[in-house]
């Protein structure tokens, strides 16, 4: 899916931009559906889910 690709590669320009400035590892908050993506490019879940606007959220964690 072309879409797909450019979010991943959107994924890892901030990734890069975020490892450029020092940082160790990236936490981000994303919908639960959007799990399966995050996953693939190598983040996990951290912490429990909480319900933000009615939409189901979970915290990620990648380690740069």
């Known amino acids: 899916n072309k879409g797909s690709?450019?979010?991943?590669?959107?994924?890892?320009?901030?990734?890069d931009a975020a490892r450029a400035?020092?940082?160790?590892?990236?936490?981000?908050?994303?919908?639960?559906q959007a799990r399966a993506f995050y996953e693939r490019a190598g983040y996990h879940i951290h912490g429990e889910p909480w319900m933000e606007a009615g939409i189901?959220?979970?915290?990620?964690?990648?380690?740069l």
Do not use: C, K, S
């Open 5 to 15: 690709n450019v979010h991943y590669l959107l994924v890892r320009a901030l990734e």
């Open 21 to 32: 400035r020092g940082d160790q590892r990236v936490l981000l908050h994303a919908q639960v």
């Open 56 to 63: 189901p959220h979970i915290t990620m964690q990648r380690a």
